[in-house]
């Protein structure tokens, strides 16, 4: 099971299936659990001194498909590895 799942049953009520936090949080959390999990699998990192762009910029190590097929199916191919977001 991915990271993001177990964070969702976390954040959800069982009897009714509702969310216990507000969304915008349940998104900002299940959007960091998705990049720990990419992380986790070598497929995207923080940038340092010798890499392009600023430091501590999202980028992509590994522009393969993941091997797990939940991955698979919502993750298209990168063709770069250049930045894709901006520094926290």
Same mark, same amino acid.
């Not at 009897?15 to 986790?40: F, H, Y």
């Not at 501590?56 to 939940?70: F, K």
């Given at each position: 099971?991915? #990271?993001?799942?177990?964070?969702?049953?976390?954040?959800?009520?069982?009897?009714?299936? &509702?969310?216990?936090?507000?969304? *915008?949080?349940? *998104?900002?959390?299940?959007?960091?659990?998705?990049?720990?999990?990419?992380?986790?699998?070598?497929?995207? *990192?923080?940038?340092?001194?010798? *890499?392009?762009?600023?430091?501590?910029? #999202?980028?992509? &190590?590994?522009?393969?498909?993941?091997?797990?097929?939940?991955?698979? &199916?919502?993750?298209?191919?990168?063709?770069?590895?250049?930045?894709?977001? &901006?520094?926290?």
């Amino acid at each position: 099971m991915l #990271i993001a799942e177990d964070l969702l049953l976390l954040l959800t009520d069982d009897a009714s299936g &509702r969310l216990l936090v507000p969304g *915008d949080q349940a *998104d900002a959390a299940l959007g960091g659990a998705n990049l720990v999990e990419l992380t986790l699998l070598g497929k995207v *990192d923080l940038s340092g001194p010798g *890499d392009t762009g600023k430091p501590g910029s #999202i980028l992509v &190590r590994d522009p393969s498909p993941p091997a797990t097929t939940c991955w698979a &199916r919502h993750c298209r191919p990168c063709s770069s590895t250049r930045a894709v977001s &901006r520094p926290l």
